[in-house]
């Protein structure tokens, strides 16, 4: 009896991502989705600049790589022209929240029909650990380097609230990466929210907190618990939109 | 003063003998329907306005897409989507918004995705103003956008030769898998001119588009619509490959006019509406038995240089007339190759030029020469 298989939704390569990155796991959930919802042939990723870049490599889908925080303009593009197709995007927290906000917003103000997969990590990786939109308070990070503070770079952007008050989106929740419970639950938010694109509901956000063990100068394990212990009180887990509940 | 339903009436009966009156920008509006365009993505911006509002309503009669987005920024990658699904897909904006789109039109190029851009000159720089200009020559020919690329930039001066180029444009653009751009200024938006919108263009032979990213079911492997490389020696040889169809578009693509050239003392070098205004500056001169004649480009990338090889010796000098300060000057003095004397005479700021300008300038020819 097979207990376990490798999903169809990832490719054979390996990742580039850092040891104890969490880009990697959520890739694999996002596959598994989607081959367990049985839409792989079916789906056009569209791939950020940040980290991910590069998961039209691994994600087993047709993909478009597109400019720094384009995601959901472009996913209203292929979506508008493929309206039977499914299409996500796979951003992160610089990308979505800093220099890609207007797009994102406008994308489920308009209610299009994608679904979004934000991987918040409080900082900007791959351009090695800058204060992003999302860094906390007090947070050292390569440009803000006493720690980031109020008066100087405001507070960190809570992108699932804003975006439950948005009424073109139709699933929004914050899910966490810090244990395997909290992986299973991420993996169940993002089943649903392409479930829900695959019943023609609009636009559906899931923001994941994250870790970036390299760019806060921590193991793997440490950042982990770093993630539940200083994120999760500053971003609060949870359904934050739910169309079917509302 | 003719009622709008006396006005519908007469657009009507001008149907039965194929031409319609109609706005530069409704003609661009409906030129894109004709030629089967797929979607449209735009944001407002003046003078071009009229194209967004007549798609708006077109398109949606036609069951085809017409999304306003965002920004222009937002709209280029709206067009960057569809155009990587396999759409005919076009943007138009102006000056200041084109400037917003050279990202995503570098990102367009550099993934080889077709795509029609419309440009409506206005003036500028800056916020600048709304009046016609030609001050966007080096935006549209050099681009604003990063990496070695070119958009293939056609320049009607009537109202039907941009219906026939925006035909073109489609074609051009699915042919070379490039973005093509046609530039208009304020007044071929804004003047109204008879028009057979079903004057044929030249069909291309285009290849079905199996590279457009639709979802692994309906083709073959993977479909990856990309402009990353980060390894050198990768994007080098993709770099090479955009230059040989860039050489390709050079070889087939340039079109150009050559008017009133027998026995012309003087060439006049101009496009769009100046063209169109230098004609009436050549009829005038001719009256004072002076002959110019004029190489009028229409293909702005790429340049027309073969067109000044054919100038014969016995011309006197050209005269490069811009509603700029001088851009598509460097081009004639590229082609010029030093053989002839060259002279600018151009209006700015949304000012433009009057034919007696023109023939001033011809018969002040050598006060106007530039080193």
């Not at chain 1, 791939?47 to 597109?66: E, L, P």
């Not at chain 2, 409704?26 to 798609?55: H, K, M, S, W």
Request: glycine letters at 8%; proline letters at 4%.
């Amino acid at each position: 009896m097979i207990r376990y298989e490798r999903t169809k939704g990832l490719t054979d390569l390996h990742t580039h991502y850092c040891p104890g990155c969490t880009h990697g796991i959520l890739h694999k959930l996002v596959a598994e989705v989607l081959e367990e919802l049985g839409v792989l042939g079916k789906t056009v990723g569209v791939a950020s600049v940040g980290c991910s870049v590069f998961s039209y490599d691994y994600i087993n889908t047709d993909f478009q790589q597109v400019a720094h925080g384009r995601a959901c303009a472009v996913a209203t593009g292929i979506k508008r022209v493929l309206p039977d197709r499914i299409v996500f995007t796979y951003q992160g927290d610089g990308d979505l929240a800093s220099i890609g906000i207007a797009e994102t917003i406008h994308a489920a103000n308009r209610g299009e029909n994608i679904t979004v997969i934000m991987a918040n990590n409080a900082t900007y990786g791959m351009t090695g650990g800058q204060m992003a939109p999302t860094t906390l308070i007090g947070q050292k990070t390569t440009t803000s380097q006493e720690g980031r503070n109020i008066k100087q770079h405001g507070r960190p952007m809570k992108i699932s609230e804003i975006f439950s008050q948005i009424e073109g989106a139709a699933y929004v929740e914050r899910t966490s990466m810090h244990n395997i419970a909290h992986i299973n639950k991420t993996k169940k938010a993002i089943k649903k929210a392409f479930t829900y694109q695959m019943e023609n509901k609009g636009f559906t956000l899931i923001e994941v907190v994250s870790t970036c063990p390299v760019n806060w100068g921590m193991k793997p394990r440490e950042a982990l618990d770093w993630s539940k212990e200083h994120m999760l009180p500053i971003f609060p887990l949870g359904v934050y939109k739910d169309v079917m509940k509302s | 003063m003719l009622s709008f339903a006396q006005i519908q009436l007469l657009r009507w009966r001008c149907l039965s003998v194929s031409k319609i009156l109609m706005k530069g920008n409704e003609a661009i509006a409906r030129a894109a329907v004709a030629a089967g365009c797929d979607a449209f993505f735009g944001y407002p911006i003046t003078p071009q306005n009229e194209i967004p509002e007549y798609l708006s309503k077109l398109m949606k009669e036609h069951g085809r897409i017409f999304v306003q987005a965002e920004s222009e920024v937002a709209a280029i990658n709206m067009v960057y989507g569809a155009a990587g699904s396999g759409a005919r897909v076009m943007t138009s904006s102006s000056s200041c918004g084109i400037a917003l789109k050279q990202e995503g039109i570098s990102y367009i190029a550099g993934s080889e995705l077709p795509c029609v851009i419309v440009s409506v000159m206005r003036a500028g720089p800056g916020l600048g103003g709304i009046q016609p200009s030609q001050a966007d020559y080096f935006q549209a020919t050099r681009g604003g956008g990063n990496g070695d690329y070119y958009v293939v930039v056609l320049a009607p001066e009537s109202i039907q030769e941009t219906v026939d180029l925006m035909k073109q444009a489609f074609e051009i653009a699915d042919l070379y898998r490039n973005p093509v751009m046609v530039l208009a200024d304020g007044l071929i938006g804004q003047m109204m001119e008879a028009v057979d919108l079903d004057k044929p263009v030249k069909k291309r032979h285009i290849e079905p588009k199996t590279y457009a990213a639709i979802g692994t079911d309906y083709h073959e492997g993977r479909n990856i619509i990309n402009s990353l490389g980060l390894d050198p020696v990768y994007l080098e040889q993709h770099n090479l490959a955009l230059e040989r169809k860039y050489k390709e578009i050079i070889k087939h693509e340039v079109q150009y006019e050559m008017y009133n050239m027998d026995h012309a003392e003087y060439i006049i070098v101009a496009y769009g509406t100046v063209a169109r205004i230098s004609r009436s500056a050549i009829d005038e001169l001719k009256e004072q038995n002076i002959h110019v004649g004029m190489i009028r480009p229409i293909t702005l990338w790429p340049y027309p240089k073969k067109a000044f090889d054919l100038i014969p010796k016995s011309v006197k000098g050209l005269l490069v007339v811009e509603m700029s300060l001088g851009q598509m000057l460097d081009d004639v003095q590229i082609a010029n190759k030093g053989r002839f004397k060259i002279a600018f005479y151009g209006r700015a700021g949304g000012m433009v030029p009057e034919p007696e300008e023109i023939v001033d300038a011809i018969l002040h020819f050598d006060e106007k020469v530039v080193d």
